[in-house]
């Protein structure tokens, strides 16, 4: 199982040191859990994590190698400085930042060839949704980027469901439902690990997790709190699947 901690652009160095003393008084060693905080603490999740049962990642990475593209920071950066993992196409930098599907795709084949774990990041907008289009959107951008994969890396792409609507809203996804989304996933990126993201918190984590496809869990808000982030670690433990 693997639990993501998306920061967003929160936190502070002050929060990473509250969540090292937290998480790594107890550990669970078949829950997998990645801290993401903003880039700058990246260098302090290293020293503070590296070689610990907490794994840490970035939230984006540039779809070019080094070179003339300033405020970006290329993927064998993040590599140097031991990230596991990077979150690639959060719906908020396809809004915010114009990301299309096909720039996500690049971007996570610069992640797979610089050893990082990409976390694709899809999901349907709230009108998509009523229009019935969800289908056919989230297909599509996970089909972007798989054929962009060379197939021996396939496996190692990590895909997040994450409904627009349900981000930051409150209004999480009936966990059902999100796992019928995920099985449609499944049925084109077989060897993936998909999770649910929106809303996820103490409370929904177990009914979440308790579904056939969701094999984890990208959380926002709700993991910056150390012990909100410590009981849905320990939620998961019990779901143990
Ligand atoms: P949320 O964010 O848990 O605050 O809804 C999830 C995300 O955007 O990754």
């Known amino acids: 199982m693997l639990l993501v901690a998306n920061w967003k652009m929160n936190g502070s160095l002050d929060l990473l040191l509250q969540m090292h003393k937290i998480l790594l008084a107890q550990s669970y060693p078949q829950i997998e859990t990645v801290l993401c905080p903003p880039f700058i603490y990246l260098p302090a999740a290293q020293g503070l994590f590296s070689g610990s049962h907490i794994a840490y990642g970035a939230q984006d990475v540039s779809d ?3 070179g003339a593209y300033t405020g970006q920071i290329c ?3 993040l590599s140097q400085l031991a990230c596991d993992y990077v979150i690639i196409g959060h719906s908020e930098r396809r ?3 114009g990301e299309t599907d096909i720039l996500i795709a690049h971007k996570c ?3 797979l060839d610089a050893g990082l774990i990409p976390i694709l990041c899809v999901g349907e907008n709230l009108a998509q949704k009523q229009h019935g289009q969800a289908q056919t959107i989230i297909l599509a951008q996970v089909q972007t980027v798989l054929d962009s994969l060379p197939a021996d890396k396939v496996s190692r792409l990590v895909i997040a469901y994450e409904p627009i609507w349900a981000i930051g ?5 009936d966990p059902r439902l999100a796992n019928e989304v995920h099985s449609w996933i499944r049925a084109i990126a077989p060897k993936s690990r998909i999770l649910y993201g929106g809303s996820v918190n103490a409370d929904n984590i ?3 997790l308790s579904q056939p496809n969701i094999d984890g869990a990208l959380i926002g808000g709700a993991a910056l709190k150390p012990d909100v982030l410590m009981q849905m670690i320990s939620a998961a433990n019990e779901i143990n699947k």
């Open 64 to 66: 070019q190698d080094y």
């Open 75 to 77: 993927a064998k950066m």
């Open 95 to 97: 809004q915010y930042c």
């Open 109 to 111: 084949v610069r992640a």
């Open 169 to 173: 809203t409150g209004q999480a996804a």
């Open 206 to 208: 177990r009914a979440f």
